[in-house]
């Protein structure tokens, strides 16, 4: 099962472009990288998926090298409302959840 | 469209006794997923169903069981209730090989 390593806790101010990255060395040839956001007391709430080189939505880019032993979640010009805990998962589809891992997260606070 | 969504929001038990969690999936999601939470932790995984067959299965007791009905929506059960059971329980819908999508949850106190 491949497991994922982030940061515990980010600091950053609104109107900046926050990254957090996520390593996971052991992610297998049929795996996505997946990214939730969630707040207190609410269900995590997907942000954006990839499986390699870069994919952009309206709300995040996520940027994945050519090893895809790692994965960087951009977040444009991030508000006080960006503060929530942000989840890198691996996983081949969701046909296997139970493959599935969700670590501990990354706690992001925004300042004003 | 309405999302995945839980029932009961909150609910008190003490230890020893069952409870059942429900779960409405959004509509066309044959797959349903059940996780807990304990508070500072991320979800962990408890049962996959698709297609009203158990898909898999974490690393719980017996004491928790699950079944998914022919309109796919899906109740948790949880026997002789621990003070460690105490968590934030998660439903998660999808389309095969998609994204999944999570209600809520149900928020489970055991005295």
């Known amino acids: 099962l491949a497991k994922t390593t982030q940061p515990i806790s980010m600091d950053s101010y609104e109107g900046q472009e926050v990254n957090i990255t996520c390593s996971h060395n052991?992610?297998?040839?049929?795996?996505?990288i997946t990214w939730y956001q969630q707040f207190p007391s609410q269900g995590p709430r997907f942000i954006i998926q990839?499986?390699?080189t870069k994919v952009t939505n309206e709300v995040a880019s996520l940027f994945i090298p050519a090893d895809r032993k790692s994965s960087t979640l951009s977040l444009p010009r991030v508000s006080l409302s960006d503060t929530a805990v942000y989840y890198c998962l691996v996983g081949a589809g969701y046909s296997s959840a139970s493959k599935i891992i969700f670590g501990s997260g990354t706690r992001l606070s925004i300042r004003p | 469209d309405a999302g995945v969504t839980q029932s009961p929001t909150h609910l008190i038990k003490t230890r020893g006794q069952h409870v059942t969690l429900r779960c409405s999936p959004i509509?066309?999601?044959?797959?349903v997923s059940w996780y807990q939470q304990v508070l500072g932790q991320g979800p962990q995984f408890i049962f996959q169903?698709?297609?009203?067959?158990?898909?898999g299965r974490g690393n719980f007791p017996d004491r928790f069981s699950a079944r998914q009905f022919p309109n796919y929506s899906s109740e948790l059960n949880v026997n002789a209730l621990l003070l460690g059971d105490s968590a934030l329980y998660l439903c998660?819908?999808?389309?095969?090989?998609?994204?999944?999508?999570f209600g809520d949850g149900t928020r489970l106190s055991i005295l």
């Open positions: 052991n992610i297998a040839t049929n795996d996505y």
């Open positions: 990839g499986y390699k």
């Open positions: 509509s066309g999601h044959k797959s």
């Open positions: 998660a819908s999808s389309l095969e090989n998609q994204p999944q999508h």
């Open positions: 169903y698709y297609e009203k067959e158990e898909r």
